[in-house]
């Protein structure tokens, strides 16, 4: 009946996400419903995009999309990791030609990166067709293709020493193989360094590698003509663990200290370059050609690149630095206080602010009968509110209102019928 289907679409749902996310899925949020049911929280907003695409026979669309999302990670706080949080992920769908949406989805994370000021960062690429066509030439079974990928994606946090025991003592790969991916995702490049892979005794006997490589190519072409090839790096050791991508895949890391090492990194000989002390990922993404077709009862595909930008990690590195320089950080959009100056004035300030708020100015009054000027004043330098309308039994007389810049503390007298016109021309540039 219809509570044994229900059942089923639940189930199956918790196994739809299981199957797509590798060795993360440990990681996923189980919970159980009164009734038994085996339901789970999303873990992406990548998988549930999706299934919508393939619900609804959508064949091409271009979005963004702000949401919490759920994973049973050990928090760490001051790094801006949490059990739940918000990700703004960016995605084109659609059936077009190579490379040209995932060079702009690059574009919008160094343009957002470069916006936000957070300081120093680079986008390390690679390609999933690259990774595994290199494992391949290099002996590895293909049953531990993704295995072993995951554990390559460890070299952001591990020493290769470690990278490599776990890959032949837990992993169960011969120490020949491991030795010759050591020596492939050691390299970092840009064009030149697909261009030599291309040549590459070993790598050229994968179709599969050459087809990433190529690709690698015109997306590094691309990336030139939108000028963010200072950021970007062909990285060998970018593995990124989820299982669902297909094709090109990246990940945006800050750097705290020293310029971005890329000239270094594309000087032709593939060496690794001088890093900067890495402060984590704050975006990843890459194309999942196959994740659609997944969801659609006839295996429609619809080809995805997408990126992900992880919103408590930027606002974690954003207050860090407003804290080390002191600066006050704007926590509201009020444009205006409406302060008074004397007691016994709350009815002419709730009737200024009403007059503010229906003129669609964002106008704020303290819930209190006599606020102390002061304590008004105050209020606006804690919270970054530019201006300040003040009342007192002068100014009423005199129909004005005395209008004081924060900041600069000048103030100014406003006849009560130009107050409107004079707070939007000031705050407009704001």
């Known amino acids: 009946g219809d509570e044994g289907r229900h059942q089923f ?6 196994e739809t996400l299981t199957g797509k996310y590798g060795e993360d899925s440990k990681l996923i949020y ?31 669309i271009k979005r963004y999309h702000i949401a919490k999302v759920y994973r049973r990670d050990n928090p ?14 960016f995605d084109i769908a659609g059936q077009y030609d190579p490379m040209i949406p995932d060079a702009e989805c690059l574009k919008i994370v160094h343009e957002i990166l470069s916006e936000l000021e957070l300081g120093d960062f680079r986008i390390k690429v690679n390609d999933r067709r690259i990774l595994d066509g290199m494992f391949a030439v ?8 993704r295995t072993i990928c995951s554990t390559v994606d460890k070299l952001d946090k591990m020493s290769w020493e470690d990278v490599r025991s776990e890959m032949v003592k837990e992993k169960g790969l011969s120490e020949e193989a491991a030795d010759q991916i050591g020596q492939y995702v050691s390299l970092q490049g840009g064009m030149d360094l697909a261009e030599r892979l291309l040549q590459d005794a070993k790598m050229s006997q994968s ?10 190519k015109q997306l590094f072409s691309y990336l030139q003509l939108f000028q963010v090839t200072d950021k970007v790096v062909f990285d060998l050791s970018l593995a990124r663990g989820l299982d669902y991508y297909t094709g090109v895949i990246y990940e945006a890391i800050l750097t705290q200290t020293g310029p971005v090492p890329v000239a270094a990194a594309q000087n032709g000989a593939g060496e690794k370059a001088e890093e900067g002390v890495s402060v ?33 990690r930027v606002f974690s590195i954003m207050e860090q630095k407003a804290e080390a320089s002191a600066e006050k950080v704007r926590t509201t959009e009020t444009q205006v206080m409406v302060a008074s100056a004397q007691k016994n004035l709350l009815e002419e300030r709730l009737r200024l602010t009403a007059e503010l708020w229906n003129a669609g100015i964002k106008a704020e009054v303290m819930y209190k009968k006599n606020p102390k000027l002061l304590s008004q004043l105050q209020h606006c330098e804690d919270s970054g509110i530019p201006l300040v309308a003040i009342l007192g039994e002068q100014e009423l007389k005199d129909g004005v209102v005395k209008l004081r810049t ?18 939007k021309r000031r705050t407009s540039d704001v």
Request: charged content about 30%; some cysteine.
């Open 30 to 60: 189980d919970l159980k419903d009164q009734g038994g049911e085996l339901l789970s929280l999303r873990y992406d907003l990548t998988v549930p995009f999706a299934r919508y695409l393939a619900m609804n026979k959508v064949t091409n």
């Open 207 to 216: 179709k599969q590698a050459c087809a990433g490589l190529t690709d690698m």
């Open 76 to 89: 760490a706080m001051t790094r801006g990791r949490y059990r739940e949080f918000y990700q703004c992920d």
């Open 406 to 423: 924060v900041h600069s503390r000048e103030e100014i007298d406003v006849s009560r019928a130009k107050l409107v016109e004079e707070i």
């Open 138 to 145: 290099c002996g590895v079974p293909d049953d531990k293709f």
């Open 280 to 312: 984590g990922s704050v975006a990843g993404g890459g194309r999942y050609d196959g994740l659609v077709g997944m969801f659609d009862p006839k295996g429609r595909k619809v080809p995805c690149v997408g990126v992900s930008i992880g919103i408590e």
């Open 9 to 14: 679409t639940l189930k199956t749902a918790k």
